[in-house]
T-cell receptor
Framework: DTGVSQNPRHKITKRGQNVTFRCDPI?????LYWYRQTLGQGPEFLTY????????KSRLLSDRFSAERPKGSFSTLEIQRTEQGDSAMYLC????????????FGPGTRLTVL | AQSVSQHNHHVILSEAASLELGCNYS??????LFWYVQYPGQHLQLLLK??????LVKGIKGFEAEFIKSKFSFNLRKPSVQWSDTAEYFC????????????FGSGTRLSIRP
């Protein structure tokens, strides 16, 4: 499968714990995006990378959240000191950097904070 | 700031009925427009997209959408729905000038009665 992959698919954690998610984009794509989706809502943009540079961060991305893409390939999203409000589906997408920005989405990581 | 409004939260139709899902966006510049679909248990998939040219766009599975610039609308249509069209549908927009984050609507859940 050459699509976007995400691991783990599900994560259950206790409040206050740290969690880390991984996203592997489509190999030729130089842009990688993180979104968050809560029940009954559309995905909300969190941040994106072009190669290894993080070019934009949403105000939704509090200082407990950090994302990296150290070699311009896979990316990790870490949430420190998780809160119940962090429970959501975390989606990763990738694309080429172009005017016509078609993004391809992965299956998501569902986080449940108890 | 960009925003997307989807007028219907939940639509229930019988098989063979015609479908139209409303979408309006707010942005003053040139945009790319998308409809994504999320089938139960599956990840987001692109249904169709508009970048430029013919405002009537045809997508997969018999769906089409019409971009009406004067109305800031991008409504999704299908002349005859099938039970397999049961899914969540998201309208989305991004600005061609930045071509980065996609702004999603809150989604419309479509239920088809067999």
């Amino acid at each position: 499968d050459t699509g976007v992959s995400q691991n783990p698919r599900h994560k259950i954690t206790k409040r206050g714990q740290n969690v880390t998610f991984r996203c592997d984009p489509i190999s030729e794509h130089n842009r990688l995006y993180w979104y968050r989706q809560t029940l009954g809502q559309g995905p909300e943009f969190l941040t994106y990378f072009q190669n290894e540079a993080q070019l934009e961060k949403s105000r939704l991305l509090s200082d407990r959240f950090s994302a990296e893409r150290p070699k311009g390939s896979f990316s990790t999203l870490e949430i420190q000191r998780t809160e119940q409000g962090d429970s959501a589906m975390y989606l990763c997408a990738s694309s080429f950097a172009s005017r016509n920005n078609e993004q391809f989405f992965g299956p998501g990581t569902r986080l449940t904070v108890l | 700031a960009q925003s997307v409004s989807q007028h219907n939260h939940h639509v229930i139709l019988s098989e063979a009925a015609s479908l139209e899902l409303g979408c309006n966006y707010s942005y003053g510049g040139t945009v790319n427009l998308f409809w994504y679909v999320q089938y139960p248990g599956q990840h987001l998939q692109l249904l169709l997209k508009y970048f430029s040219g013919d405002p009537l766009v045809k997508g997969i599975k018999g769906f089409e959408a019409e971009f009406i610039k004067s109305k800031f609308s991008f409504n999704l249509r299908k002349p005859s729905v099938q039970w397999s069209d049961t899914a969540e549908y998201f309208c989305a927009v991004n600005a061609q000038s930045s071509a980065s984050k996609i702004i999603f609507g809150s989604g419309t859940r479509l239920s088809i009665r067999p």
